[in-house]
């Protein structure tokens, strides 16, 4: 086991690996093996920083002979990963009465002592934890109000420090490092930092390394300054140049927009390096290329330019949107710096979301309005409207419109068609609007509980105060959850080469299979386009809701007789038949599982009077009976009431009448193209294995009378949807009828919980927020609870049957821990939104190769 020292010397020998000292001191290292120009410095080990946070000095010894007059230092942290942040850099440690006087001779006395000003103003702050608005004060009174003189400044400042601790500001160097390094230390201990830092997925316990490094001077008499650069674009991954370069300061202040700064290249809003100083802006381009290929990824630089040379003080991943992700994944390949595996190790799967989706341009200036959950990715502008005939209308005047809802209901289905985003004030990431605006790739906000809906106004009110009316423009941002006033600039989605590419290389390494939530043939064109494995699940009522076919739907609910009900059924029959004829023709050759009707029957009832109203007219029925009948139907629990097979088993003729329509299509498609079709038939709700025993009698028998009228033979499989917790434990009977299973974890994780999907978005980011669960458990599985009945179920069932199909189907089968544990324990496949059916394919074959590496 290897020794680390408490500090060590960057050097192009060094072994300063990440785990120990920080990515920051592994990477200068790695720069320094390539001849690049790095000021001298020293890593302090994660131990070492624990300790000073304890009150334990590391040995400062080495820096006897180091710290001296004119020589300055700054301390930067080097946590374990970029992202998980920490304590902003200390600069100019070693700065005192002495060093300034050393410095003038060769910056100026004016020059010296902004830069004392500017180490007397961080250390009071940082490390004496001085007030900063009396510190501002001070500023504004010495250097503002009576004229711009650094040395007066420096001073009061002097002054200001001493009268406020009752001590001198520290002259010795050492004294000044220790105080740092000690200060830094207990920063990162803090409670504040350690919560920021696990919101960015750093464990509780993780260490922070630190770097004192040379200061590479800002100034001088040739060309100075301090900057970052990259040569990639930050929106396409692909040739150009981003960053900011000062001239003749340094510090963190120098590449966060403030000051008067040059552009890195040529660029008509102003002065840029590349005209200012070309050979500097030459270096840097070489650099860059070095460092990309030292550290195998696009970098951006860190750089102090000192008299014409350049120096670089750290290399970090360039920034990037999604899209450039992807296409700088592809080219690293192209290039031979990494293998595919690395490559798509690299890509964070919302990367491809961000890919499919219009998404804001991240120059963009905004206000944000509220807050909601984030339910469906994208983002879009539009004229607020709060109806779904309203949002019909507006398409047919081809205008953009937003739908703005209290909750969505199968009858807003043409509506949301019509929309470019829903916002609802209730539900969850699984509600209703939810899942459809995932499978229509709508930007979707839901439980935007801040939103007070006035439906006889059209308008809608915000807690302050603003109203909005019915026309005004807002813009949904779907990825993060915000509702935006009016609207802002959008990037456009990609779908080019490398997007392709990247998912092509999936195939290679995937062994989990990823299927999509298809319930139209429209739905399953979309499909295709992104090369799914087949669907996972088609829910036929989607069907039911267009208008010709809830005429004949509503008709089939109110017929007292059976040869009533029959006839209805009758009407239904070819225009299911239709649909899966298409479904199967598109989808030929690739497995396709239908589930049989789920919601129950009031759910293609009207509900407003005015809708009644027009139902009773339409059907030419007494008002009176079609309330009637719809109060018959209303349950109290209708999610636990007479829906899925309960539906099938006690009204008669509904499920026959589906089987009947699938096994002629595919017959008629098998004949067509003579291409087997093998339809999966899937069972819902079911929580006893006689209801699946019963069912698939009463569908095999269907499929014999369709066989004989068509001289065709049909392969099919019959399977239950688990989405009962009953269902799951006893799944080793169920499996004895069934020839797959397929976890419906949206309903699985209701009945489990004990909470209702569509109300839950109210508490939920309160619950997550204060960490009474951890996730929200209809975004991404609960491994604890739910993620434990699915294995058990998938355990018990392949006892009971080794060849036994086992898949997840609900808006689970889209996140990528989700998929991760599907991968896992076994599972055949995931089913989701076409839109997610990406992600789902990169998380699986990120899964199979971080499986592999372990073994």
């Given at each position: 086991?290897?020794?680390?020292?408490d500090i060590?010397?960057?050097t192009?020998?060094?072994?300063?690996?990440?785990?120990?000292y920080?990515?920051?001191a592994?990477?200068?290292?790695?720069?320094l093996q390539a001849?690049?120009?790095?000021?001298?410095?020293?890593?302090?080990?994660?131990?070492?920083?624990?300790k000073?946070a304890?009150?334990?000095?590391p040995?400062?010894?080495?820096?006897?002979?180091?710290?001296?007059p004119?020589v300055?230092?700054?301390?930067?942290?080097s946590?374990?990963q970029?992202?998980?942040?920490?304590?902003?850099?200390?600069?100019?440690?070693?700065?005192?009465d002495?060093t300034?006087?050393?410095?003038?001779?060769?910056l100026g006395?004016?020059r010296?002592n902004?830069l004392?000003c500017?180490f007397?103003?961080?250390?009071?702050?940082?490390?004496?934890?001085l007030d900063?608005?009396?510190?501002?004060?001070?500023v504004?009174?010495?250097?503002i109000n009576?004229?711009r003189?650094y040395?007066?400044l420096?001073?009061?400042?002097?002054?200001?420090?001493?009268d406020e601790?009752?001590?001198?500001?520290?002259?010795?160097?050492?004294?000044?490092?220790?105080?740092v390094?000690?200060?830094?230390?207990?920063?990162?201990?803090?409670?504040?930092?350690?919560?920021?830092?696990?919101?960015?997925?750093?464990p509780?316990?993780?260490?922070?390394?630190l770097?004192?490094?040379d200061m590479?001077?800002?100034?001088g008499?040739?060309?100075?300054?301090?900057?970052?650069?990259?040569?990639?674009?930050l929106?396409?991954?692909?040739a150009?140049?981003h960053?900011?370069?000062?001239?003749?300061?340094?510090?963190?202040?120098?590449v966060?927009?403030r000051?008067?700064e040059?552009?890195?290249?040529?660029?008509?809003?102003?002065?840029s390096l590349?005209?200012a100083?070309?050979?500097?802006?030459?270096?840097?381009?070489?650099?860059?290329?070095?460092a990309r290929?030292v550290?195998?990824?696009?970098m951006?630089?860190?750089?102090?330019?000192?008299d014409?040379?350049?120096?670089?003080?750290?290399?970090?991943?360039a920034e990037?949107?999604?899209?450039?992700?992807?296409?700088?994944?592809?080219?690293?390949?192209?290039d031979?710096?990494?293998?595919k595996?690395?490559a798509?190790?690299?890509v964070?799967p919302?990367?491809?979301?961000?890919?499919?989706?219009?998404q804001?341009?991240?120059?963009a200036?905004?206000g944000?309005?509220t807050?909601?959950?984030?339910?469906s990715?994208?983002a879009?502008?539009g004229?607020?409207v709060f109806t779904?005939?309203?949002a019909?209308?507006s398409a047919?005047?081809?205008?953009n419109?937003?739908l703005?809802r209290?909750e969505?209901?199968?009858?807003?289905?043409?509506g949301m068609?019509?929309?470019q985003g829903?916002?609802?004030?209730?539900?969850?990431?699984?509600?209703?609007?939810?899942?459809?605006?995932?499978?229509l790739?709508?930007?979707?906000?839901?439980?935007a509980a801040?939103v007070?809906i006035d439906?006889?106004?059209k308008?809608f009110?915000?807690?302050?105060g603003?109203?909005?009316?019915e026309?005004?423009?807002?813009t949904?941002?779907?990825?993060?959850?915000?509702?935006?006033e009016?609207?802002t600039?959008?990037?456009?989605?990609?779908?080019?080469?490398?997007?392709?590419?990247?998912?092509?290389?999936t195939?290679?390494f995937?062994?989990?299979?990823?299927?999509a939530?298809?319930?139209t043939?429209?739905?399953?064109?979309?499909?295709?386009?992104?090369?799914?494995?087949?669907?996972g699940?088609c829910?036929?009522e989607h069907?039911f809701f267009e208008?010709?076919?809830?005429?004949?739907?509503?008709?089939?609910?109110?017929?007292d007789?059976d040869?009533?009900r029959?006839?209805?059924?009758?009407?239904?029959?070819?225009?299911q038949?239709?649909?899966?004829?298409?479904?199967?023709g598109?989808?030929?050759?690739?497995?396709?599982?239908?589930r049989l009707?789920?919601p129950?029957?009031?759910e293609?009832?009207?509900?407003?009077s005015?809708?009644i109203r027009?139902?009773?007219e339409?059907m030419?029925?007494?008002l009176a009976?079609?309330?009637?009948?719809?109060?018959?139907l209303?349950e109290?629990?209708?999610m636990l009431?007479?829906?899925?097979v309960?539906?099938?088993?006690?009204v008669?003729g509904?499920?026959e009448?589906?089987?009947?329509?699938i096994f002629?299509?595919?017959?008629h498609?098998?004949e067509?193209h003579g291409t087997?079709?093998?339809p999966?038939?899937?069972?819902p709700l079911v929580?006893a294995n006689?209801?699946?025993?019963?069912?698939k009698?009463?569908?095999?028998?269907?499929?014999s009378?369709?066989q004989?009228?068509?001289?065709q033979?049909l392969?099919?499989s019959?399977?239950?949807?688990?989405?009962?917790?009953r269902?799951?434990?006893?799944?080793g009977?169920?499996?004895?009828f069934?020839?797959f299973?397929s976890?419906?974890?949206n309903?699985?994780?209701?009945?489990?919980?004990g909470?209702s999907?569509d109300?839950?978005?109210?508490f939920m980011?309160?619950?997550?927020n204060?960490?009474?669960?951890?996730?929200?458990?209809f975004h991404?599985?609960?491994?604890?609870?739910?993620g434990?009945l699915?294995?058990?179920?998938?355990?018990?069932a392949?006892?009971?049957?080794?060849?036994?199909?086992?898949?997840l189907?609900?808006?689970?089968?889209?996140d990528?821990?989700s998929?991760?544990?599907?991968?896992?324990?076994?599972?055949d496949?995931?089913?989701?939104?076409?839109?997610?059916?990406?992600?789902?394919r990169?998380?699986?074959?990120?899964t199979?190769?971080l499986?592999?590496?372990?073994?």
């Amino acid at each position: 086991m290897t020794d680390f020292a408490d500090i060590a010397e960057i050097t192009a020998t060094a072994d300063l690996p990440a785990a120990e000292y920080g990515v920051r001191a592994e990477v200068l290292a790695k720069l320094l093996q390539a001849d690049m120009p790095v000021p001298r410095g020293f890593a302090v080990s994660k131990a070492a920083v624990h300790k000073l946070a304890l009150g334990e000095l590391p040995d400062l010894s080495m820096f006897n002979d180091v710290l001296k007059p004119g020589v300055l230092y700054s301390v930067r942290r080097s946590p374990e990963q970029r992202n998980w942040g920490g304590p902003r850099a200390i600069l100019n440690i070693g700065m005192n009465d002495q060093t300034r006087d050393v410095l003038a001779r060769d910056l100026g006395l004016d020059r010296a002592n902004d830069l004392y000003c500017r180490f007397i103003r961080s250390y009071a702050l940082k490390v004496a934890r001085l007030d900063e608005d009396d510190l501002e004060e001070l500023v504004e009174e010495e250097f503002i109000n009576r004229g711009r003189d650094y040395g007066r400044l420096a001073t009061a400042l002097l002054a200001f420090y001493e009268d406020e601790l009752d001590e001198p500001f520290p002259q010795d160097p050492m004294e000044q490092l220790q105080q740092v390094l000690r200060a830094v230390a207990r920063m990162w201990e803090g409670t504040t930092a350690r919560i920021l830092r696990q919101a960015r997925g750093a464990p509780a316990d993780a260490g922070l390394g630190l770097i004192i490094q040379d200061m590479a001077w800002g100034t001088g008499d040739g060309e100075c300054g301090v900057g970052s650069a990259q040569f990639t674009s930050l929106i396409t991954g692909q040739a150009g140049s981003h960053g900011r370069y000062k001239s003749e300061t340094h510090g963190h202040d120098a590449v966060t927009g403030r000051g008067g700064e040059l552009y890195l290249s040529r660029d008509d809003r102003g002065l840029s390096l590349e005209e200012a100083a070309p050979k500097v802006f030459g270096q840097l381009q070489s650099l860059a290329r070095t460092a990309r290929s030292v550290l195998k990824d696009e970098m951006m630089l860190q750089f102090a330019v000192q008299d014409g040379a350049v120096w670089v003080l750290d290399a970090s991943p360039a920034e990037r949107s999604g899209r450039a992700e992807v296409e700088i994944a592809v080219t690293l390949v192209a290039d031979g710096l990494r293998s595919k595996a690395e490559a798509l190790l690299s890509v964070t799967p919302g990367s491809l979301t961000e890919m499919l989706h219009r998404q804001i341009d991240p120059k963009a200036e905004y206000g944000v309005l509220t807050h909601g959950i984030a339910a469906s990715p994208g983002a879009n502008s539009g004229k607020i409207v709060f109806t779904a005939e309203a949002a019909q209308a507006s398409a047919a005047q081809g205008e953009n419109c937003i739908l703005v809802r209290t909750e969505t209901s199968p009858e807003d289905i043409r509506g949301m068609h019509s929309a470019q985003g829903i916002l609802t004030t209730r539900g969850g990431i699984t509600s209703h609007a939810a899942v459809i605006a995932r499978g229509l790739g709508l930007p979707c906000i839901v439980g935007a509980a801040d939103v007070d809906i006035d439906l006889r106004r059209k308008r809608f009110e915000l807690p302050d105060g603003r109203q909005f009316e019915e026309g005004d423009i807002i813009t949904l941002d779907g990825a993060s959850g915000e509702v935006i006033e009016g609207a802002t600039d959008l990037v456009e989605p990609d779908l080019g080469g490398a997007f392709n590419t990247l998912l092509d290389w999936t195939d290679e390494f995937r062994r989990l299979g990823v299927r999509a939530n298809a319930d139209t043939p429209n739905d399953a064109r979309l499909a295709k386009t992104f090369r799914v494995d087949g669907i996972g699940l088609c829910r036929t009522e989607h069907m039911f809701f267009e208008p010709g076919r809830l005429t004949a739907m509503r008709e089939m609910i109110f017929a007292d007789q059976d040869q009533d009900r029959q006839a209805a059924l009758d009407r239904l029959m070819p225009m299911q038949r239709a649909d899966f004829v298409e479904l199967f023709g598109l989808m030929a050759g690739l497995p396709v599982c239908i589930r049989l009707l789920d919601p129950p029957l009031h759910e293609f009832l009207p509900q407003s009077s005015k809708e009644i109203r027009s139902l009773a007219e339409a059907m030419d029925l007494p008002l009176a009976k079609v309330m009637g009948r719809t109060e018959d139907l209303s349950e109290y629990n209708p999610m636990l009431g007479m829906r899925g097979v309960r539906l099938g088993l006690t009204v008669p003729g509904i499920y026959e009448m589906q089987a009947r329509a699938i096994f002629e299509a595919a017959a008629h498609v098998q004949e067509a193209h003579g291409t087997p079709i093998k339809p999966e038939i899937m069972i819902p709700l079911v929580s006893a294995n006689k209801e699946v025993e019963i069912v698939k009698s009463r569908v095999d028998a269907v499929a014999s009378e369709v066989q004989i009228a068509t001289g065709q033979r049909l392969e099919y499989s019959v399977g239950v949807m688990v989405e009962t917790p009953r269902a799951a434990l006893k799944a080793g009977h169920i499996a004895q009828f069934s020839e797959f299973l397929s976890f419906g974890t949206n309903d699985l994780t209701q009945m489990t919980y004990g909470l209702s999907r569509d109300d839950a978005g109210r508490f939920m980011r309160d619950y997550v927020n204060t960490g009474v669960y951890s996730e929200d458990p209809f975004h991404s599985i609960d491994l604890d609870a739910v993620g434990e009945l699915v294995m058990l179920a998938a355990t018990r069932a392949k006892e009971a049957r080794c060849d036994i199909e086992l898949g997840l189907c609900g808006e689970h089968g889209g996140d990528p821990a989700s998929v991760a544990f599907c991968h896992k324990i076994g599972l055949d496949y995931v089913s989701c939104s076409p839109y997610r059916a990406p992600v789902a394919r990169l998380a699986a074959a990120q899964t199979a190769i971080l499986d592999a590496k372990s073994v």
